[in-house]
């Protein structure tokens, strides 16, 4: 039986540098994930004046409840939408010249619902180039606090940096959500909150925010879900299969429940206290399902669905067309490079089963295309990626685990 250790996941671990940088005290992270995205935060947060040190397995962080330690600073986000997010957030709560850039694809990610909401809580941000994108640069004086609406229709990573910055100002924070898409995330940030002795009340579309801080503690980070979902394709693909520790019945993360679409499609799924495994049964029904709020495994979807005895449809995943690429469009164009009949809408697409021919992926440098196409060419031979290495942005050891998977999965 393949078991299968995934690195941790970095939704998680970029909410833990931000509650351990905004903490009274020294935080520990085990098992963090070293990515890309991670590294560029942590980076983030050195430019910001925070110390982070660094082993393979454990980061400490010391925290500072008022703000980053550095009075002015040039924060570089790279790729990473919660580095570009939160960072600026957290730099409000200091006093100095904080400016933000990211790079040309982060650039073109919409930001400006977040900046809207930072600002009428009277932060002075500005965009120096097109509004609602960065760069920008933050002039901070600490964070009063009060009443927001916020439209987090687009992400839930709105929601998350203003969640994370509430108990930093001087009288917390009270957030109106007039949308939300990806909700299992915003319980995610919540959980994790508690853990840093925040507890958050939420009144239907309303979430109160105390005041008061955090506290350090040590704290744990589980195995990356949306990757793992990867895996878990392959088993239901191939008729094999395979177990994740460290993902079971507490996890945090809500894409985990992608193995529950797998179960609709046929293959069967055993979810245990401290473990997930999916076994392959040799079908893979066709369905149709809503994915808004696990939109991040879609791609893993679109990729096994040429397979499945009849067409896959996935519903309500407009906000991934504004993820590191537009998603969807970019699974039909490969899907449709593969030989397969897709069509697609503004918040949908559908794919007909077929026959995949072997063809060169357009990954548009987005990490989950690349890892999502992979379990396509388990069944699929020849399939090649005209940017690879841009897995490197959530697991950098991705291709040689997937090979490592394949020698023990069934031909």
């Known amino acids: 039986m393949p078991v299968v250790d995934i690195p941790g996941s970095k939704s998680l671990t970029a909410r833990a540098l931000f509650?351990?940088?905004?903490?009274?005290?020294?935080?520990?992270?085990?098992?963090?994930?070293?990515?890309?995205?991670?590294?560029?935060?942590?980076?983030?947060?050195?430019?910001?004046?925070?110390?982070?040190?660094?082993t393979p397995d454990i980061w400490q962080i010391d925290g500072r409840p008022q703000g980053p330690p550095a009075t002015e600073a040039d924060v570089f986000c790279r790729d990473g939408a919660t580095t570009a997010r939160f960072l600026p957030a957290l730099a409000a709560t200091g006093h100095g010249t904080y400016r933000f850039d990211a790079s040309p694809q982060m650039r073109r990610r919409p930001l400006l619902p977040l900046t809207r909401a930072l600002r009428d809580l009277g932060v002075d941000l500005r965009h120096e180039e097109a509004e609602g994108h960065h760069p920008l640069t933050v002039r901070?004086?600490?964070?009063?606090?009060?009443?927001?609406?916020?439209?987090?229709?687009?992400?839930?990573?709105?929601?998350?940096?203003?969640?994370?910055?509430?108990?930093?100002?001087?009288?917390?924070?009270?957030?109106?959500?007039?949308?939300?898409?990806?909700?299992?995330?915003?319980?995610?940030?919540?959980?994790?909150?508690?853990?840093?002795?925040?507890?958050?009340?939420?009144?239907?579309?309303?979430?109160?925010?105390?005041?008061?801080?955090?506290?350090?503690t040590t704290y744990a980070i589980e195995p990356d879900a949306s990757t793992a979902g990867c895996f878990f394709a392959a088993a239901a693909l191939t008729g094999g299969e395979v177990t994740v520790p460290g993902l079971g019945t507490g996890a945090l993360q809500g894409d985990l429940a992608f193995v529950d679409v797998l179960r609709r499609m046929g293959?069967?799924?055993?979810?245990?206290?401290?473990?997930?495994?999916?076994?392959?049964?040799?079908?893979?029904?066709?369905l149709t399902v809503t994915m808004r709020d696990i939109s991040d495994t879609m791609p893993t979807l679109a990729a096994i669905a040429p397979f499945a005895s009849g067409p896959v449809r996935i519903e309500d995943v407009a906000n991934t067309r504004v993820k590191e690429c537009d998603r969807l469009e970019a699974c039909a164009e490969n899907l449709r490079r593969l030989g397969i009949?897709?069509?697609?809408?503004?918040?949908?697409?559908?794919?007909?089963?077929?026959?995949?021919e072997p063809a060169d992926i357009k990954t548009y440098g987005d990490h989950r295309i690349v890892m999502s196409f992979a379990v396509t060419g388990l069944r699929v031979p020849g399939i090649t990626y005209d940017d690879p290495d841009c897995v490197r942005k959530t697991f950098p050891g991705f291709h040689e685990a997937f090979a490592a998977l394949r020698d023990r999965l069934p031909g």
């Open 267 to 286: 293959a069967q799924v055993e979810v245990g206290a401290d473990r997930t495994t999916v076994r392959g049964t040799g079908r893979l029904d066709g």
């Open 140 to 216: 901070a004086a600490g964070v009063e606090g009060g009443e927001v609406t916020l439209d987090a229709g687009q992400s839930s990573q709105y929601l998350t940096a203003l969640l994370l910055l509430g108990p930093l100002t001087r009288r917390g924070l009270r957030i109106e959500v007039t949308d939300l898409v990806s909700a299992p995330y915003v319980g995610m940030t919540l959980a994790m909150m508690r853990a840093f002795g925040v507890e958050v009340r939420r009144e239907g579309d309303v979430f109160v925010v105390p005041s008061g801080g955090y506290r350090a």
């Open 341 to 356: 009949e897709v069509a697609t809408g503004p918040d949908w697409i559908e794919i007909r089963p077929g026959r995949p």
């Open 19 to 54: 509650l351990a940088a905004a903490a009274d005290g020294v935080t520990t992270l085990r098992r963090p994930l070293r990515s890309d995205d991670t590294e560029g935060f942590a980076e983030g947060l050195t430019r910001l004046g925070y110390r982070v040190g660094r």
